[in-house]
């Protein structure tokens, strides 16, 4: 039944691509040692919102910050416009995001350690969490989800379908936090209609 799903869906409002539905992925952090943090060609993208708690947490961050980091936090700010327009956190080297920190050879997100941690209500920006994820606003209340694929992410495709977890499922906790339980149960509720 997946073969004769529409590659475009609209969940409670929101414009889904059905690969959301069936790929798999679940990250290997073992493997992938958080690269997604320090490749690329712009930051992560951002709202206001977050750029303001990204602000209010910089005294908890950042002696885990790079001299680099801090260096270009203090010359732009925690995010800037890219090319597109968008606004996304400030990169170091043209790839590295700023808020990477490290432990050994693992790459880690300042934010979230300081939240884990419990001295922030701040985890990440939204966009992180839901990676891969990309969320698309365009205009007017509409919004579209795709499914970014990204060769970084090879392994966690692979434990995705070893362990059968349709990106959906993996990202759970991030799509409620940003759509709300009522839009993911939604969201569930079809992919069962469809055989997903």
């Known amino acids: ?33 958080g690269i997604c943090c320090v490749e690329g060609d712009a930051g992560a993208p951002v709202t206001m919102d977050e750029i303001t708690a990204m602000e209010d947490v910089l005294d908890d961050v950042w002696p885990m910050l790079s001299a680099s980091a801090q260096s270009v936090i ?5 995010a800037y416009a890219d090319k597109d327009g968008d606004l996304v956190t400030s990169i170091v080297r043209g790839k590295d995001c700023v808020f990477t920190c490290y432990d050994g050879d693992n790459c880690l997100c300042a934010l979230e350690k300081v939240f884990r941690e419990g001295k922030t209500k701040f985890c990440k920006p ?23 694929r990204w060769v970084v992410c090879a392994d966690a495709v692979k434990k995705g379908k070893e362990l059968q977890l349709p990106v959906y499922r993996f990202l759970k906790e991030p ?16 992919a069962q209609q469809l055989g997903c």
Request: glycine letters at 10%; proline letters at 4%.
């Open 1 to 33: 039944m997946v073969n004769d799903i529409p590659p475009i869906l609209e969940v409670g409002g929101i414009l889904i691509s059905s690969e959301i539905l069936t790929e798999f992925f679940c990250c290997d952090y073992e493997k992938c040692k």
């Open 175 to 190: 799509l409620i936090r940003r759509f709300g339980e009522t839009w993911y149960q939604e969201l569930c509720d079809v």
């Open 74 to 78: 203090d010359r732009q700010g925690v």
């Open 126 to 148: 939204i966009s992180c969490a839901l990676y891969p994820i990309r969320e698309k606003n365009f205009g007017q209340g509409l919004v579209g989800l795709n499914y970014n």
